[in-house]
Nanobody, 120 residues
Framework: QVQLVESGGGLVQTGGSLRLSCAAS????????MGWFRQAPGKERELVAA???????YYADSLKGRFAISRDAAKNTLYLQMNTLKPEDTAMYYC??????????????WGQGTQVTVAS
């Protein structure tokens, strides 16, 4: 129903920053929860950050204080600001959208992913 396209990934040195963007194919309702997942080789997919658009947010314990999720409703775009990056942050990052208002369960829409590599 909604196409999600991520961008902003790349190669960065330890301690650097990146901002990931997730653009929706059309104007979408802000009531649906959206977020970011990541998956590293040999690891299970992990929920990085999520927001229900009403101010409720979630962050993985490993990156609290370093990452921030936000959105620009006018641009139909979700962002993930990633600061003080560490090698363990290296992963494929996916934008996701839930069918409901909370970031509970499995999202029903996914982006194709953008690779983030943090060099040590």
């Amino acid at each position: 129903q909604v196409q999600l396209v991520e961008s902003g990934g790349g190669l960065v040195q330890t301690g650097g920053s990146l901002r990931l963007s997730c653009a929706a194919s059309r104007s979408i309702s802000n009531v649906n929860a959206m977020g970011w997942f990541r998956q590293a080789p040999g690891k299970e997919r992990e929920l990085v950050a999520a927001a229900s658009w009403d101010g409720s947010t979630y962050y993985a314990d490993s990156l609290k204080g370093r990452f921030a999720i936000s959105r620009d409703a006018a641009k139909n775009t979700l962002y993930l600001q990633m600061n003080t990056l560490k090698p363990e942050d290296t992963a494929m990052y996916y934008c996701a959208r839930w069918s409901g208002t909370s970031y509970f369960g499995t999202p029903n829409s996914w982006g194709q992913g953008t690779q983030v590599t943090v060099a040590s």
